[in-house]
């Protein structure tokens, strides 16, 4: 089979899963992430076999930022530029709750059809 | 055609900033900030190990400069969308009278307005740090603190400008950079080069200064067409208040209108119709201007 296929069928699925798992590490962690460290424990949630490309977290963090669901601050590093943690809101908590609910419906619809016991 | 893997961050920066062409500038300054940041630090997470190396291993984690582009070019713009509330959809209606007042229900009129009478505050302000900040860093440029002085005023002018962008973009919409400009790598004198070099710098100041004679402008224009526009459209209630003697002005007398017809009840009519149209037009003036506006400073402050 065409591996660019999977590919595209990959990338189209990660639009929205993405930014429900940033939610998520976000909302278990005790303290602020930057980009970097949550890249970093995206993957090596996935056995160090990335799903999804860790520089495509970047954007989707800057967008949740923009709806008011997570909120950053900036903080100077030793290593290089300065850095961006961010923490999650009250809002993105709610959105988290919201998504995870559609998440878990989608997951058993696909899986039931997929099993063929739709009927 | 795949291009070959980038040796070092400043290649791979280069090959983003190739492969993001054409898009928003603002998105491109994000992107460029945002990669920076991770490659760095999965640099300096890696002493001992060779850039090139790094660089070549990120290319399958953190992905290829195509492939970040595409990210941001696509994942930004879908991710926003899905988190946007779903927008009313309102036809436009044909009637050209509904089309003017529908400028009433779009609430970027208003803050339009607002950054018009504002502007007067801001333009002043950032003439003066332009204007001072120049004047000072010129001055001690022969002693040794002229240098801080000047890299101090470079920083509040980048801040400035990051938080120009930002008001823009709430007011207009129109996208602006989320992330200042990346301060660079290399010695302090390089930076100091760079930043002299760089035309944005240039830009920038000049948008400061701008700012004051652009703000008068705006301030005056939004200011006398919401007071010719206010008081025109309460002519009738003091033509009324005037006509059954509950009120008349202390200190100047009763209003005389001129010519005689405008008090009657026709002619507080006409006036406050013509209060209406002014406000209105004010609005539509005020969401054109400001729009104009945030593209000039998007290629002064972003490009």
Same mark, same amino acid.
């Given at each position: 089979?065409?591996?660019?296929?999977?590919?595209?069928?990959? *990338?189209?699925?990660?639009?929205?899963?993405?930014?429900?798992?940033?939610?998520?590490?976000?909302?278990?962690?005790?303290?602020?992430?930057?980009?970097?460290?949550?890249? *970093?424990?995206?993957?090596?949630?996935?056995?160090?076999?990335?799903?999804? *490309?860790?520089?495509?977290?970047?954007?989707?963090?800057?967008?949740?930022?923009?709806?008011?669901?997570?909120?950053?601050?900036?903080?100077?590093?030793?290593?290089?530029?300065?850095?961006?943690?961010?923490?999650?809101?009250?809002?993105?908590?709610?959105?988290?709750?919201?998504?995870?609910?559609?998440?878990?419906?989608?997951?058993?619809?696909?899986?039931?059809?997929?099993?063929?016991?739709?009927? | 055609?795949?291009?070959?893997?980038?040796?070092?961050?400043?290649?791979?920066?280069?090959?983003?900033?190739?492969? +993001?062409?054409?898009?928003?500038?603002?998105?491109?300054?994000?992107?460029?900030?945002?990669?920076?940041?991770?490659?760095?630090?999965?640099?300096?997470?890696?002493?001992?190990?060779? /850039?090139?190396?790094?660089?070549?291993?990120?290319?399958?984690?953190?992905?290829?400069?195509?492939?970040?582009?595409?990210?941001?070019?696509?994942? /930004?713009?879908?991710?926003?969308?899905? &988190?946007?509330?779903?927008?009313?959809?309102?036809?436009?209606?044909?009637?050209?009278?509904?089309?003017?007042?529908?400028?009433?229900?779009?609430?970027?009129?208003?803050?339009?307005?607002?950054?018009?009478?504002?502007?007067?505050?801001?333009?002043?302000?950032?003439?003066?740090?332009?204007?001072?900040?120049?004047?000072?860093?010129?001055? +001690?440029?022969?002693?040794?603190?002229?240098?801080?002085?000047?890299?101090?005023?470079?920083?509040?002018?980048?801040?400035?400008? &990051?938080?120009?962008?930002?008001?823009? /973009?709430?007011?207009?919409? /129109?996208?602006?950079?989320?992330?200042?400009?990346?301060?660079?790598?290399?010695?302090?004198?390089?930076?100091? &080069?760079?930043?002299?070099?760089?035309?944005?710098?240039?830009?920038?100041?000049?948008?400061?200064?701008?700012?004051?004679?652009?703000?008068?402008?705006?301030?005056?224009?939004?200011?006398?067409?919401?007071?010719?526009?206010?008081?025109?459209?309460?002519?009738?209630?003091?033509?009324?208040?005037?006509?059954?003697?509950?009120?008349?002005?202390?200190?100047?007398?009763?209003?005389?209108?001129?010519?005689?017809?405008?008090?009657?009840?026709?002619?507080?009519?006409?006036?406050?119709?013509?209060?209406?149209?002014?406000?209105?037009?004010? +609005?539509?003036?005020?969401?054109?201007?400001?729009?104009?506006?945030?593209?000039?400073?998007?290629?002064?402050?972003?490009?």
């Amino acid at each position: 089979m065409d591996d660019g296929h999977a590919k595209k069928f990959q *990338k189209e699925l990660n639009v929205g899963i993405v930014a429900l798992v940033l939610l998520a590490v976000l909302d278990r962690s005790s303290q602020d992430l930057y980009g970097y460290e949550i890249a *970093k424990r995206l993957h090596r949630a996935n056995d160090g076999d990335g799903l999804f *490309k860790e520089g495509t977290v970047y954007p989707v963090l800057r967008s949740l930022c923009e709806g008011g669901f997570l909120k950053s601050r900036v903080e100077p590093s030793s290593a290089g530029p300065p850095r961006r943690y961010y923490r999650i809101t009250r809002e993105g908590r709610a959105l988290l709750v919201q998504w995870n609910g559609i998440w878990i419906q989608t997951r058993d619809f696909v899986d039931r059809v997929l099993r063929g016991d739709e009927s | 055609m795949s291009r070959p893997a980038p040796r070092s961050i400043d290649d791979y920066l280069s090959a983003l900033r190739a492969a +993001l062409a054409g898009s928003d500038p603002a998105l491109i300054q994000d992107a460029l900030y945002d990669a920076e940041e991770y490659l760095r630090a999965e640099v300096a997470a890696n002493p001992g190990v060779p /850039e090139a190396e790094v660089l070549e291993r990120l290319m399958t984690t953190y992905g290829s400069p195509e492939e970040i582009a595409a990210a941001y070019r696509d994942t /930004e713009l879908k991710v926003t969308r899905a &988190l946007q509330p779903p927008a009313s959809k309102r036809a436009a209606s044909p009637d050209p009278i509904m089309q003017f007042l529908s400028v009433y229900s779009d609430p970027r009129a208003y803050t339009s307005l607002f950054f018009m009478i504002l502007s007067l505050v801001t333009g002043t302000l950032y003439f003066t740090i332009a204007v001072t900040g120049l004047s000072l860093s010129l001055s +001690l440029a022969i002693l040794i603190i002229g240098l801080p002085v000047f890299i101090g005023f470079i920083g509040i002018a980048r801040a400035i400008s &990051l938080g120009e962008g930002r008001l823009l /973009e709430a007011v207009t919409g /129109e996208r602006m950079p989320r992330r200042p400009v990346h301060p660079g790598s290399g010695s302090l004198w390089e930076r100091i &080069l760079a930043m002299l070099q760089d035309g944005r710098t240039w830009t920038t100041m000049a948008y400061l200064v701008m700012m004051l004679p652009l703000g008068v402008i705006y301030s005056s224009v939004a200011l006398t067409g919401l007071s010719v526009g206010v008081a025109f459209l309460l002519v009738p209630l003091v033509g009324i208040a005037q006509r059954s003697e509950w009120w008349v002005s202390s200190n100047t007398g009763p209003l005389v209108f001129s010519p005689w017809w405008l008090d009657t009840p026709m002619g507080w009519v006409f006036c406050a119709v013509f209060g209406a149209i002014v406000l209105t037009s004010l +609005l539509h003036v005020a969401r054109i201007v400001v729009r104009l506006h945030a593209r000039v400073a998007k290629v002064l402050l972003v490009t």
